[in-house]
């Protein structure tokens, strides 16, 4: 079994987003060592400090301490979270020079310390990014595993809820694609318990339009400018979605996520990680849902999947 009771956590990169994470970790109980690494190594000594005066209220005992590289070798998981920050004006794919040079420097050190678990890589671009990972790790792909559109995804249940007066965990919805500008919703598929979107606003009398769905989808894909224009970053609903992926990862739970995965041969697709429908447990990711996507829709994504592939052609990768 490749996880035991230790429960071991990297996290590199130790800004608004892992720090997110870091907490959310310590209330959620699914963690009992974790591990900050940060170039700022006095931070990180007070951010560890500051998470342990929490650890007599949290469900688990846990160990938090501020450690370097090499005490991720007997890691389950390093959660990459490192990275440049978003300037004004810019797209997630303009961070993807000046953050590979940061991955170039950061995964080698992961593998020298003798790491064998699970990448998860959250560094915008971040399917980019994974990609970047998996050519730098050496590692099997089913173990180099992007956020991907999992936040997108949850946006995108939030505002139908809202929308549609309906709890966000009873709608069956995704968003599908580079987590970035080219993504977009399967709204083909998307569901409200067991009917379609498309049934309940055809069904209710001038009540829904399907037009506002459009604007839902826009929202969905400029929900993280509006709050980096906002408060600078956005960190807590990827701290969330994160959660979610290290429980069906510690759970063994076959849960379906929109991960960032690595296509080789899935809907045409080979040789670039972009978010899709995956099954994911303590293996990493071990198969996709094959989804039917209508002929518009599958423009969109081959689109979406040769924007991303270009983009990391076009890098410079130092090993």
């Not at 055809?202 to 969905?220: A, C, L, R, T």
């Not at 993280?224 to 290290?246: D, Q, V």
């Amino acid at each position: 079994m490749f996880f035991s009771d230790k429960r071991k956590i990297g996290i590199i990169g130790c800004g608004s987003v892992g720090m997110s994470y870091a907490f959310a970790l310590l209330t959620s109980g699914l963690a009992n060592e974790l591990v900050l690494i940060d170039r700022n190594t006095e931070r990180i000594k007070g951010e560890a400090k500051d998470l342990n005066h929490g650890l007599a209220y949290t469900p688990e005992k846990m160990t938090v301490y501020a450690g370097d590289y090499s005490d991720l070798f007997d890691a389950d998981l390093a959660v990459i979270c490192a990275g440049g920050p978003h300037h004004k004006g810019e797209t997630r794919l303009d961070l993807a020079g000046r953050n590979t040079d940061i991955l170039c420097d950061i995964v080698p050190r992961i593998v020298d310390s003798g790491f064998n678990g699970i990448y998860i890589v959250v560094t915008n671009p971040v399917d980019v990014m994974t990609r970047v990972t998996l050519e730098l790790s050496g590692a099997a792909p089913e173990k180099v595993i992007g956020s991907g559109t999992t936040l997108d995804s949850a946006r995108l249940r939030f505002l139908c809820g809202r929308y549609f007066g309906i709890d966000p965990r009873n709608v069956h919805a995704y968003v599908v694609g580079e987590h970035g500008d080219s993504e977009f919703v399967l709204w083909s598929s998307a569901m409200i318990a067991t009917k379609t979107v498309r049934e309940i606003i055809n069904e209710s009398k001038g009540k829904y339009f399907f037009e506002d769905m459009q604007s839902i989808e826009e929202e969905v894909r400029r929900s993280a400018y509006s709050i980096i224009k906002a408060k600078g970053s956005t960190c807590y609903g990827i701290a969330t979605a994160l959660i979610r992926i290290t429980r069906a990862i510690y759970g063994d739970e076959n849960s379906v996520l929109t991960l960032s995965s690595y296509l080789q041969g899935e809907y045409g697709q080979e040789d670039v990680y972009i978010g899709s429908p995956c099954i994911v447990n303590r293996d990493g990711i071990v198969g996709h849902v094959r989804l039917n996507m209508t002929e518009e829709e599958k423009e969109k994504f081959d689109a979406s999947c040769e924007l991303l592939r270009k983009t990391y052609e076009g890098l410079k990768i130092l090993k």
